[in-house]
């Protein structure tokens, strides 16, 4: 399973406001048919699932905003896919605080 987190930029439009497009990505991804789970947060999106299926996810994703009338989007993603073991997005945080309760006091 991969795990990728991508960032959606409509540029020119007619407003600075950017919330009706993530609701729009958002809605997108709620209705995905691939098997995937994300989380938003302010900054972008985290969404894991199997790493074909995410590329379709993020081309849909990367598309929707010219669908709303953007001039230009720019989309950065990063892909995270680990094979010899598999991950999640809650195994990674799990590690993380592991280390941070198991630190010397």
Partial sequence: M?????TVIPIGTATTSL???VADLH???EEAPEAIRFEMTS?????EGE????LQVIHRLHEAPFHQGASRVSTSVKIDDRRDKTAS???????VQE?????PK
Avoid: F, H, P, W
């Avoid at 991969?2 to 991508?6: H, Q, Y």
């Fill in 2 to 6: 991969a795990i990728v987190e991508v």
């Fill in 19 to 21: 919330s009706g497009y």
């Fill in 27 to 29: 809605r997108l991804l």
């Fill in 43 to 47: 900054m972008s999106t985290i969404i």
């Fill in 51 to 54: 790493l074909a299926d995410l």
């Fill in 89 to 95: 997005m809650e195994q990674k945080l799990r590690s």
């Fill in 99 to 103: 280390k941070l309760d198991n630190r």
